[in-house]
C-alpha cells in the first residue's frame, strides 16, 4: 500500500514561515517526482511545486516563485516545502503528490499518488 503522510502545517502571521514535510512509504519514490497542490476554501486545487526524481528540476507557482523552496531527501523517502514571506492568499489544504511523470499529469492534477492533505492557515 502506497501512503503519503503530511506534516507541518499550521497557523501562521502573514510573513512568517512553515515547513511542511511529505514521507512517502510502501516502495521507492526515488524514481518518483514529488511535489505539492494546494485548496483554498471555495476554490480548486492548483500545482504548487514539483520536484524531479533526480533533483535537476523544479517547477513553482508564479505566486510562489522566490517565497517557496521545494527539495527532496531520496534516502528518506521525503519532501520539503519550505514557506517564507507568507500571505493570507496561502492558507488553504496542501497536498502531498507523486507521479513517474513529468509535466500533463500535474497540470491535469492526475498524478497517480495523493496524500491526505495538512492545513495552512496565514492570519493578516
Known amino acids: 500500500q502506497v501512503q503519503l503522510v503530511e506534516s507541518g502545517g499550521g497557523l501562521a502571521q502573514a510573513g512568517g514561515s512553515l515547513r511542511l514535510s511529505c514521507v512517502a512509504s510502501g516502495r521507492t519514490f526515488s524514481r518518483y517526482h514529488l511535489g505539492w497542490f494546494r485548496q483554498a476554501p471555495g476554490k480548486e486545487r492548483e500545482l504548487v511545486s514539483i520536484i524531479s526524481w533526480s533533483l535537476s528540476s523544479t517547477y513553482y507557482e508564479d505566486s510562489v516563485k522566490g517565497r517557496f523552496t521545494i527539495s527532496r531527501d531520496n534516502a528518506k523517502n521525503t519532501v520539503y516545502l519550505q514557506m517564507n514571506s507568507l500571505k493570507p492568499e496561502d492558507t488553504g489544504v496542501y497536498y502531498c503528490?507523486?507521479?513517474?511523470?513529468?509535466?500533463?499529469?500535474?497540470?491535469?492534477?492526475?498524478?497517480?499518488?495523493w496524500g491526505q492533505g495538512t492545513q495552512v492557515t496565514v492570519s493578516s
Open positions: 503528490a507523486a507521479d513517474s511523470a513529468w509535466g500533463g499529469s500535474w497540470l491535469m492534477k492526475e498524478v497517480a499518488y
